[in-house]
């Protein structure tokens, strides 16, 4: 690891540890009725920071193929509505 990327690696890799936690919660939270809706936003949260972290990986350098794949699901979304 060089040291002019360091900063953001450690960045990444608490973005991930917390979204573990997160999820690690959500499984337990989503047990009981009464904590469930916690647990729901517990892991929409942890799949948002590990959504965030991977788009702040360095090794991505092309956005356009993740831009067009986030697409095709919001597409058939809207077909099977319109069906």
Do not use: N
Not at 2 to 12: E, H, K, S, Y
Not at 16 to 42: C, D, E, Q
């Amino acid at each position: 690891m060089t040291t002019d990327l360091a900063g953001g690696q450690v960045i990444i890799e608490l973005l991930y540890l917390i979204a573990s936690v997160l999820f690690i919660l959500s499984l337990k939270w989503m047990s009981s009725p009464t904590t469930a809706r916690h647990g729901i936003w517990a892991g929409e949260i942890g799949m948002l920071l590990a959504i965030c972290g991977t788009l702040l990986h360095h090794g991505i350098v092309d956005y356009r193929l993740i831009l067009r794949l986030c697409s095709v699901p919001s597409s058939a979304c809207r077909w099977g509505r319109w069906r």
